[in-house]
């Protein structure tokens, strides 16, 4: 194992400081080239509707390697995506698994492999792979490290589908906001035009939703329209607290 220094990236700063996740995959992925200098290339694999894709790749072999591999549908990178366990590969002449992969690795330069699973088990499963041009390349390297870098990606990936999952309730709530408004002025315009209830509005409302079979949303808006001449308020906004 190395005696240099390294400091592992801060997933947190890293996803405050970038414009996309893409961005942060992607400083893990040169910060892998500098924990394990004997390395020639790295790369992180995700699996987006059953299909693999690099997302970040640094050096001049891992991408070639990584697509080698996605066209057989198999090799070390997908066996640990597919797997969640770490797949290393002392050396690619000495090797007999994924059929003539292997081969084709060492006729491009790359004698060994190491790769790690990200997001184990997971809808977004990936695995950060690295290649050396030396047999064994590995044997010495900072695996802890790489482990920790991989972790640092299983992090990045997780807290970006937080936010995501964060962003689509924001936008469903404010959906149910302006669907709310809408229904509310339009029963409004009932109540007045039929001297009744709210709740007697209400369900008349949706006794014309069913019986046109649509939306009772679109049924107000309709009838907001045609007694206004124009849309219907949604309701303002919302915005986040300062």
Same mark, same amino acid.
């Given at each position: 194992?190395?005696?240099?220094?390294?400091?592992? $990236?801060?997933?947190?700063?890293?996803?405050?400081?970038?414009?996309?996740?893409? #961005? &942060?995959?992607?400083?893990?992925?040169?910060?892998?080239?500098?924990?394990? $200098?004997?390395?020639?290339?790295?790369?992180?694999?995700?699996?987006?509707?059953? %299909? $693999?894709?690099?997302?970040?790749?640094?050096?001049?072999?891992?991408?070639?390697?990584?697509?080698?591999?996605?066209?057989?549908?198999?090799?070390?990178?997908?066996?640990?995506?597919?797997?969640?366990?770490?797949?290393?590969?002392?050396?690619?002449?000495?090797?007999?698994?994924?059929?003539?992969? $292997?081969?084709?690795?060492?006729?491009?330069?790359?004698?060994?492999?190491?790769?790690?699973?990200?997001?184990?088990?997971?809808?977004?499963?990936?695995?950060?792979?690295?290649?050396?041009?030396?047999?064994?390349?590995?044997?010495?390297?900072?695996? +802890?490290?790489? %482990?920790?870098?991989?972790? #640092?990606?299983?992090?990045?990936?997780?807290?970006?589908?937080?936010?995501?999952?964060?962003?689509?309730? +924001?936008?469903?709530? #404010?959906?149910?906001?302006?669907?709310?408004?809408?229904?509310?002025? +339009?029963?409004?315009?009932?109540?007045?035009?039929?001297?009744?209830?709210?709740?007697? +509005?209400?369900?008349?409302?949706?006794?014309?939703?069913?019986? %046109?079979? &649509?939306?009772?949303?679109?049924?107000?808006?309709?009838?907001?329209?045609?007694?206004?001449?124009?849309?219907?308020?949604?309701?303002?906004?919302?915005?986040?607290?300062?």
């Amino acid at each position: 194992m190395s005696d240099q220094t390294f400091a592992l $990236p801060d997933v947190t700063s890293l996803l405050l400081s970038t414009e996309s996740v893409e #961005q &942060v995959l992607q400083h893990l992925v040169d910060s892998a080239l500098s924990l394990v $200098p004997v390395a020639s290339g790295a790369g992180i694999t995700l699996e987006r509707q059953r %299909r $693999p894709l690099t997302v970040a790749s640094a050096g001049p072999s891992a991408l070639d390697l990584d697509e080698a591999q996605y066209g057989q549908d198999d090799g070390p990178c997908l066996q640990s995506l597919r797997t969640g366990e770490e797949v290393s590969v002392p050396d690619m002449l000495d090797e007999d698994r994924w059929g003539p992969y $292997p081969a084709y690795a060492a006729a491009c330069g790359t004698r060994s492999s190491f790769s790690l699973p990200i997001a184990a088990h997971s809808h977004t499963a990936g695995a950060l792979n690295v290649y050396s041009p030396k047999s064994s390349g590995f044997a010495g390297a900072d695996l +802890a490290g790489l %482990r920790a870098l991989a972790a #640092q990606a299983t992090g990045a990936i997780a807290l970006a589908q937080r936010i995501a999952d964060a962003q689509q309730y +924001a936008d469903d709530l #404010q959906t149910a906001m302006e669907s709310r408004s809408v229904i509310d002025q +339009a029963i409004g315009v009932i109540m007045g035009q039929q001297r009744c209830s709210a709740e007697r +509005a209400f369900t008349l409302l949706r006794m014309a939703s069913q019986r %046109r079979n &649509v939306k009772l949303r679109d049924v107000c808006r309709e009838l907001l329209v045609n007694v206004g001449g124009g849309p219907p308020s949604d309701g303002g906004t919302l915005r986040p607290r300062p």
